[in-house]
């Protein structure tokens, strides 16, 4: 599902592994974002996958 986007700079959205012993439920859910930002002459990708905190034995 995705959660937030801004054209060329953002994106939000929620992913579940499929191969999970756990239950297909919002709370098992973690969010990855996409956050494009200008450096320089160049652009930087920020990739983040997270919060592990609200998935079952997770570290």
Same mark, same amino acid.
């Given at each position: 599902?995705?959660v937030s986007i801004a054209p060329g700079?953002? +994106? %939000?959205? $929620?992913?579940?592994?499929?191969?999970?012993?756990?239950?297909?439920?919002?709370?098992?859910? $973690?969010? *990855?974002?996409?956050? +494009?930002? %200008?450096?320089?002459?160049?652009? +930087? +990708? *920020? *990739? $983040?996958?997270?919060?592990? %905190?609200? *998935?079952?034995?997770?570290?």
């Open positions: 599902m995705f700079t953002f +994106l %939000a959205y $929620t992913t579940f592994d499929p191969n999970s012993e756990y239950e297909d439920i919002p709370e098992n859910h $973690t969010t *990855v974002t996409y956050q +494009l930002s %200008a450096q320089e002459e160049s652009k +930087l +990708l *920020v *990739v $983040t996958q997270g919060d592990y %905190a609200t *998935v079952p034995n997770s570290e």
